[in-house]
């Protein structure tokens, strides 16, 4: 069953994230690809270090929580690199570009050395070297969050710490500036400046807007329930709320938030949690209690609640795309949310799919980009390739010495 409910109308779509820039230095081959043509002067798009290419350059940034080896496949050349061994990795994130591998001491940072840069009416595609670029402080729960200037660390306790871009770029940490404030959820690079959440112990968390440095801004008078979870979109940035979601976005300098309800109570259960996404889509899927999946089309102001099965996993590239849901039958399902039905089921893919919570440890993930999805088979010790577009046909299957508990798409 398919329940669509709730459409408000939003502001006119804003301009493009800007995505990340720069790199060098590392460990893997950075020649292949399209190479800009040289020129005496700089080129349009030119990365010192770097070799600009025609197309997408994604790499999969793989860990085994097992053992803590990690690997970087790309997806170009078909290559597996060997990266440092991380032990007592519980987590895996990232920005576009960079990996964070969270444990629970700190969080270990990786270069994977494929990147874009959206200037809206184009896109730069870039391939550089591997390179591990050192330990962020903050153990369990520490987030990371980042956009084309700064990456934001927020502990635990709701400390954030603001890393300059460049320093990273450089394979260096640097010396990072710390908010004066206690935050109540990751702080959240946008539109050159920080959205946060503060208060939230006794009460409703609020909305605020800062400034690189941390002072408050001018910004939305608006608040979120039980904040849990968020996703930056080309619409602005959502805040998953106890009932529905929060929507900030600037334009021509200011910002406004506004509500995207359920239309109903959710039990808590049933909340839209922990969003995935194609970076660049504004349609984001979360999953709502163990069989159903929540799709939250940005642009509409709408959810529609797809009773699937026992979930897994799931996401969708978005713009006309079958949802995409790994079920506890191993096999990926298809459906089609205008048609308000199951269109495709492949053969078992996963013959030991982990009893887990989604989004918890080892639990598989599906990665989107603009062609493909990726599937991780822990016990197989292998990924999939998924043509989406071709009834979720398995397009590749990469095998692998190392059982990939842990994956995130570069590049993209």
């Known amino acids: ?75 170009i050349t078909g290559k597996v690199h060997d990266t440092a061994r991380r032990a007592g990795v519980t987590a895996l994130t990232t920005d576009g570009r960079f990996g964070y591998f969270h444990g629970t001491d700190g969080t270990q940072v990786l270069d994977s050395g494929a990147w874009m840069v959206d200037h809206g009416d184009h896109v730069h595609y870039y391939r550089a070297k591997i390179q591990e670029v050192g330990e962020l402080p903050g153990g369990t729960g520490t987030g990371v ?13 709701g400390k954030a710490s603001v890393y300059r871009r460049a320093e990273l770029e450089k394979g260096a940490l640097g ?78 300098g200011a910002f406004t938030a506004e509500k995207i309800p359920y239309g109903k109570d959710v039990p808590k259960a049933e909340r839209a949690a922990e969003f995935r996404h194609r970076p660049g889509s504004s349609t984001l899927t979360a999953p709502a209690g163990k069989d159903a999946v929540w799709v939250l089309d940005v642009t509409e102001g709408a959810w529609t609640r797809v009773e699937t099965g026992p979930v897994v996993a799931a996401n969708t590239a978005g713009e006309g795309a079958p949802l995409m849901v790994l079920e506890t039958d191993g096999a990926l399902h298809g459906y089609d949310i205008s048609a308000g039905k199951e269109t495709t089921v492949t053969e078992p893919l996963l013959k030991d799919v982990p009893d887990a919570e ?7 993930v599906i990665e989107v980009d603009r062609s493909r999805a990726y599937l991780n088979d822990p016990s197989g010790k292998r990924v999939y390739e998924i043509d989406y577009n071709d009834d979720l046909r398995v397009a590749r299957t990469f095998d692998l010495d190392v059982r990939p508990s842990l994956m995130a798409e570069t590049g993209r």
Do not use: W
């Open 145 to 157: 969050r980042s956009d084309a200037g700064v990456t934001v660390v927020t502990t635990a306790d």
């Open 175 to 252: 010396t990072p500036s710390r908010l004066p404030d206690t935050y109540a959820g990751p702080v959240v690079p946008y539109a050159e400046h920080l959205v946060a959440l503060t208060g939230g112990s006794d009460g409703p968390a609020e909305v605020a807007v800062l400034d690189r440095s941390g002072k408050r801004v001018a910004g939305p008078d608006a608040e979120c329930e039980e904040p849990h979870g968020d996703a930056v979109t080309r619409r602005g940035i959502v805040l998953g709320c106890a009932d529905g979601a929060l929507l900030v976005h600037e334009d021509d």
């Open 1 to 75: 069953m398919f329940v669509r409910r709730n459409v408000t109308s939003l502001a006119p779509a804003l301009a493009a994230v800007a995505l990340l820039t720069a790199g060098c230095g590392g460990q893997d081959d950075a020649g292949s690809g399209s190479e800009a043509p040289a020129s005496s002067a700089t080129p349009h798009g030119y990365v010192e270090g770097a070799t600009e290419a025609a197309e997408q350059q994604s790499r999969l940034l793989l860990g085994d929580l097992a053992n803590g080896d990690t690997r970087v496949l790309d997806l």
């Open 358 to 364: 989604p989004g918890g440890p080892a639990t598989p």
